[in-house]
């Protein structure tokens, strides 16, 4: 079939506007969400100082030297539908549904429609595919110009190739992994084989330099930093090529790649599959397509294994849907009853976006992510309500979270006292300073499986803490005693937990009969509320 007869059988705007609609339906419940972790610390504020002011390198906070595109998309789409989560989510389910066109149209060039519907089904409903589809992060929209550009590779269009991946960059710098990878890949084939020249795509791969070159000009122009504000360098470059933390953090990234969040069921049934004998009548994606994806699958794995002091899972985005249509594919041939196995890996794809694995995930890899949004606005709509002259001791994001209420937590700013976290040596030294503060809002600051795997491993437990930044958050009841406070709310759900810390002094910044939500008063003295789920 040409790609001409696909477009007839597929039309474009038809499968988009199923996508989104899919999408929107799924995603329902969580569009009126506030804005959590990165989105509330950096993306929005960004893309809120450009909506009100036009300019491109942010001045809430210091810039990360993030390309501008994103960004750019959510304040346009803000001035025109207005500032509400609503439109920034539904904005970002725009880009989901056009990443997720981009994975069919791919898997259809490369394989056949039903690999490629198969895959789309896969990759929409992979955890932090879904997560990643509502909130405003730069990854998702990297992934699906990537997507587009790695088509356009396929098809061997080059002026199409240095477009798609130039906006690619242009969402997120990292993007510049794939068509570098590819040009690395294309000079070694021809070495390999110097007879095929075939391909000669390296212009085309190489323009999207171009473009970041001009990006990163202009922010150093205007900052007199190159790659982001110092701290920012340091935490995601220079404090990562520690030998040994490359080494584990490519194990982190394979895992993401092969194994997380139940992506191992694909994987072993893939690696099961390849025991089998071909069926006579499907056909495999073409050896020169599976080395070019393998090429950007290993060059996101070890750049990432390189950079990033955060390892997200969100990074990966742009390649794991390669990994999935090459599973995908291989399962339809050489497996007969392939869709029965392909309905169980999304199915557990399903079950691993409601329920936590009993190992450490960032939040915003499931739906622990709405977990957090509902805690921090119990608690922070307790503190509103009941201490809005308050100095409030926490830590980011919620210290971010309660002094700009555009984020959706609070109705007017809260002054802060912000310390690093919520560790036994950070509450000592802020309760030497107890007369800085009238109030704490102390809460996980990651999720914490109650039985985890490898926690008796003390080595790695020695690592997680030297090259990861982990650490572990005093429990509420523990720090209140640090603190010489007592818990007024407490608040919990599956591996998280959030509560408020009552000074003593507290009495002379309360307003004036203000009643706490869900408290129950004694002699003046709320009682301590639990909530569990």
Known sequence: MTPDSDSRRFPTPLLFTLFFLALFALHAPLLRLSYFWDEAGYYIPAAHDLLFSGSLIPYSGPSNAHPPLVMAYLALAWKILGFTPVVTRTAMLVISAFALLGVFRLALRVANAEVAIASVVCTALYPVFFTQSSLAHLDLAAAAFTFWGLLAYVEDRRPAIAIW????????????????????????????????????????????????????????????FLFGNPEFFRYNVQATLHPLRILLALGLRLWQLFGYLNLYLLTLATALAMFRQPLDDRQRIA??????????????????????????ARYMLPVVPLVIIIGVSTLRRRVRPWRGVIAAIALGFVAALFFNPPYGISLEDNLAYRDYIQLHQNAETCLEARYP???????WPASDELTRPYLGYITRPIQVVRID??????????????????????????????????????????????????????????AAQILGGRLVFEDHRPGQWVAVIEIARVEEARAPNAKMPGILANSGHPSVLLRQR
């Open 165 to 224: 991946f130039s906006f690619a960059v242009m969402a997120k710098e990292t993007a510049i992994i794939a068509p570098v990878a590819l040009f690395l890949w294309e000079s070694l084939a021809r070495r390999i084989r110097p007879a095929d020249r075939s391909r000669g795509n390296s212009v085309a791969l190489l323009f999207p330099l171009l473009p970041l070159a001009l990006w990163y000009a202009y922010h150093y122009h205007r900052t007199g």
């Open 389 to 395: 002259m308050a100095h409030v001791l926490t830590a």
């Open 421 to 478: 976290d919520f560790t036994a040596r950070q509450l000592f030294a802020a309760s030497d300073l107890r007369s800085k503060f009238d109030v704490a809002l102390v809460f996980s600051t990651k999720y914490e499986p109650s039985h985890p795997l490898f926690d008796g491993w003390k080595t790695w437990q020695r690592w997680k803490t030297e090259f990861f930044g982990y650490h572990r958050d005093v429990p509420p009841a523990a």
């Open 287 to 312: 050896l020169p397509v599976q080395f070019a994806f393998l090429s950007v699958i290993m060059a996101y794995a070890f750049a990432m294994a390189l950079v990033g002091g955060a390892v997200l």
